[in-house]
């Protein structure tokens, strides 16, 4: 897909904010998002041991925390002049889960491109398919009550 001029003004946004953010090892990219009414949203990772945010989760909540509605476009960007990063697998399933038509700009620095986040993630799994309906009243135990010989069971509820 073709970049537009927006996308490449959203590659200079994460840019700039890993030159300006990212000077340590708790920070080391910073993602920039890009609302359907243009408003753009920036964010860096914040790294722990415990596998703390990535920037694109923390992209989206600067996003959430201003009100934004719809995303429409997704960048992440390296510290130390890496330039455009591809986001992780699990940003890739939030950013499907949330964002399904949003598109990710992703590719070497001469051949960047902003792609369908499906393109991503073929033949995944769409955690809204998988839920189930839960029917109302009481509930069926998850395993059957063993029945021990010589044991009298209690009464069910």
Known sequence: MIMRDTDRALVQAATAVAKLRCRSDNHTVAAAVRSTDGRVFSGVN???FTG???AEVV?????ATQGAGELETIVAVGDRGRGVIPPCGRCRQVLLDYFPSIKVIVGPPDGL???PVTDLLPETYVWSDQQVEVPAGPRAPLWPTPVVPGVRQAAED
């Open 59 to 63: 992209a989206i909540g600067a996003a």
């Open 113 to 115: 491109r902003a792609v």
């Open 52 to 54: 703390g945010p990535c």
């Open 46 to 48: 914040v790294y722990h």
